[in-house]
T-cell receptor, first 110, second 116 residues
Framework: DAKTTQPNSMESNEEEPVHLPCNHS???????IHWYRQLPSQGPEYVIH???SNVNNRMASLAIAEDRKSSTLILHRATLRDAAVYYC???????????FGKGTRLHILP | DAGVIQSPRHEVTEMGQEVTLRCKPI?????LFWYRQTMMRGLELLIY????????DSGMPEDRFSAKMPNASFSTLKIQPSEPRDSAVYFC??????????????FGQGTRLTVV
């Protein structure tokens, strides 16, 4: 499985944008970049995914580097409820599985 | 849909006892996944099913663990006999596959298992 590298933890202030980085230098052409997050005492939940182009949805934006070796999850205006562990995952088109790494623990300061 | 439903939410059992965890996936989903989460090892995929058939059980730790999916709306994960090191949160997730790959997975709330 292709690997991703994320910082162990990050802090951000409430109501400010948050940029969560992910490095995936060995990504293959058919790997999709997925992001999940896990709120305290909950199961993981899907956030967003993309292949080459930047993606936006109601939860977040995903910015993908032109060479696809890195990506950034953007929370436009963080709230206390966004405090969670964020997982960046590569998932090949034909792969059924979702393999989680250690993720980034995001702390939001009031 | 109520989402993925797991039961029980909490289970405390004595070492050596049999434990059965239950999962009801989202209706219409054809993939079901069982994960285990601990502080030390993070989220580990144990086994997954497609159309009720086990596809990959390489993550099942040992023979004490078994999983079944008798129909599209129900799955069990059984540990017999249980040991203290099995203490963890167990998650069930479901998704459906398309010609362009799997869609996102939806996770249940988990079962927190404590073996004393």
């Amino acid at each position: 499985d292709a690997k991703t590298t994320q910082p162990n933890s990050m802090e951000s202030n409430e109501e400010e944008p948050v940029h969560l980085p992910c490095n995936h230098s060995t990504i293959s052409g058919t790997d999709y970049i997925h992001w999940y997050r896990q709120l305290p005492s909950q199961g993981p939940e899907y956030v967003i995914h993309g292949l080459t182009s930047n993606v936006n949805n109601r939860m977040a934006s995903l910015a993908i580097a032109e060479d696809r070796k890195s990506s950034t999850l953007i929370l436009h205006r963080a709230t206390l409820r966004d405090a969670a562990v964020y997982y960046c995952i590569l998932r090949d088109l034909g792969d059924d599985k979702i393999i989680f790494g250690k993720g980034t623990r995001l702390h939001i300061l009031p | 849909d109520a989402g993925v439903i797991q039961s029980p939410r909490h289970e405390v059992t004595e070492m050596g006892q049999e434990v059965t965890l239950r999962c009801k996936p989202i209706s219409g989903h054809d993939y079901l996944f069982w994960y285990r989460q601990t502080m030390m090892r993070g989220l580990e995929l144990l086994i997954y099913f497609n159309n009720n058939v086990p596809i990959d059980d390489s993550g099942m730790p040992e023979d004490r663990f078994s999983a079944k999916m008798p129909n599209a709306s129900f799955s069990t994960l059984k540990i017999q006999p249980s040991e203290p090191r099995d203490s963890a949160v167990y998650f069930c997730a479901s998704s459906f596959g398309t010609s362009e790959g799997n869609t996102e997975a939806f996770f249940g709330q988990g079962t927190r298992l404590t073996v004393v």
